[in-house]
């Protein structure tokens, strides 16, 4: 072998090695460097509400979504259209409608009558942080919530309970915050 065989022989074992190394690296930063999923999430929801998302402020996507028509209905009820419409950012961790349904009877015919608008209030502001907080960002501990009260996050594996409320679906990206779904109603009493 000469002298020249033995330099290309070199120089594509240098290309065949930088190429391994390349792939190893993709492959390791995919696998270490996605965001995290939390386990209970539906899956199958989740796609739709978040490709219907985009652009849109949290209060639109909740009416967009069709499973937050309770919600939606309690924020026209309580003024708080205007708050969650605005440039925020916010963190709505927002109850569907069969966590409103949840509820003993007629609880939710009850808030929404016009002289308990101001515990309407203070239960949808419970649901609300001031800041856009994703779920991979959340530690276990306390959040003030915008009623004034703090919220205790509890994040276990891939799990993220608020309150007693388990995150179902996270990280619904809004023009003006996010949403975390919750499966049940937080109430700051």
């Known amino acids: 072998m000469n002298t020249q065989n033995i330099l290309t022989l070199f120089k594509k074992s240098i290309n065949i090695l930088g190429l391994i190394c390349t792939t190893l690296a993709l492959i390791f930063a995919s696998a270490f460097c996605s965001l995290p999923a939390v386990a209970n999430q539906q899956v199958v929801n989740q796609p739709i509400l978040i490709a219907d998302s985009y652009g849109s402020d949290i209060v639109s996507i909740a009416v967009k979504a069709g499973k937050f028509n309770t919600l939606a ?31 003993p009877p007629g ?3 009850d808030l929404l009558r016009p002289e308990n608008k101001d515990k309407l209030i203070d239960i949808l502001t419970y649901h609300v942080v001031f800041g856009k907080v994703m779920s991979w960002e959340l530690e276990s501990g306390e959040l003030r919530t915008l009623e004034g009260d703090d919220i ?38």
Do not use: C, W
């Not at 419409?85 to 569907?96: D, E, I, L, N």
């Open 73 to 103: 209905a309690a924020l026209e009820v309580a003024d708080l259209v205007e708050v969650l419409q605005s440039s925020g950012p916010f963190t709505v961790f927002a109850p569907t409608d069969e966590a409103f349904a949840a509820l």
């Open 107 to 109: 609880e939710v015919e």
């Open 152 to 189: 205790y996050v509890e994040v276990s594996n891939l799990d993220v309970k608020v309150d007693d409320a388990n995150v179902i679906i996270p990280d619904v990206p809004a023009s003006n915050g996010v949403i975390h779904v919750i499966d049940s109603v937080i109430l700051p009493y």
